[in-house]
């Protein structure tokens, strides 16, 4: 079964508008954290935000904010006030438990029109 | 620049050959991980270490690939006899700690390198 499933190939959003990339995800472990990355045309993976699984608040960091159901075992990345920079790769991914290493979604291709 | 250090950003091998990539992680960091995108995909993890040691290869191809981390220098990744599917982008990323209250467990990715097989 798919760890980290985004559903999103592509996404074409007008600049200034807000956009929602959509993540759910599996596991059994009750201790998990939550990423989402980055990756512009230039090819770095750069991070964005976090949430852990007992976290009571929706992570925030400036533009971004995390829309964590943890019923629904959603993570969906909210970017507020879209702009041409936004456009990139975006990848959500999961850590379980005491587990080192990230599993990573498919990726959802952003593109910010002017 | 105190980021991951990853070499050759491109590199070019025919069929047959070894490759060699290169991770120097950040600063204090002891934890290394191997990634590998193919194009219009996701990181498929490859390979945990720390100093010396393999934690984890479970992403690892049984033959063909391994990597070190040895106690002092650089993290390899070799693969030899590459064949043209081991054409992708492979990321090396670093993390402090194991993940606990004061760290999130959050990696931190070099800038990737691009292995074409021809």
């Known amino acids: 079964a798919q760890k980290i499933t985004q559903t999103q190939p592509g996404m074409f959003v007008q600049e200034k508008e807000a956009v929602t990339l959509d993540c759910t995800y599996d596991t059994s472990d009750p201790s998990y954290g939550l990423f989402w990355y980055k990756q512009p045309s230039s090819g770095e993976m750069i991070f964005l935000i976090y949430?852990?699984?007992?976290?009571?608040q929706n992570a925030t960091e400036g533009r971004y904010s995390l829309n964590f159901q943890k019923a629904r075992k959603s993570a969906n990345l909210v970017i507020s006030a879209s702009q041409l920079g936004d456009s990139a790769m975006y990848f959500c991914?999961?850590?379980?438990?005491?587990?080192?290493?990230?599993?990573f979604g498919q990726g959802t291709r952003l593109t910010i029109n002017p | 620049n105190a980021g991951v250090m990853q070499n050759p950003r491109h590199l070019v091998r025919r069929r047959g050959q070894e490759a060699r990539l290169r991770c120097s992680p950040m600063?204090?960091?002891?934890?290394v991980y191997w990634y590998r995108q193919l194009p219009e995909e996701g990181l498929k993890f490859m390979v945990y270490l720390q100093k010396e040691n393999i934690i984890d290869e479970s992403g690892m191809p049984k033959e063909r690939f391994s990597a070190e981390f040895p106690k002092e220098g650089p993290s390899i990744l070799r693969i030899q006899q590459v064949v043209r599917g081991d054409s992708a982008a492979y990321f090396c990323a670093s993390s402090p700690l194991l993940p606990g209250t004061a760290n999130t467990g959050e990696l931190f990715f070099g800038e990737g390198s691009r292995l074409t097989v021809l």
């Open positions: 949430q852990g699984s007992y976290d009571q």
């Open positions: 600063k204090g960091h002891s934890h």
């Open positions: 991914a999961m850590r379980e438990g005491r587990a080192q290493k990230l599993v």
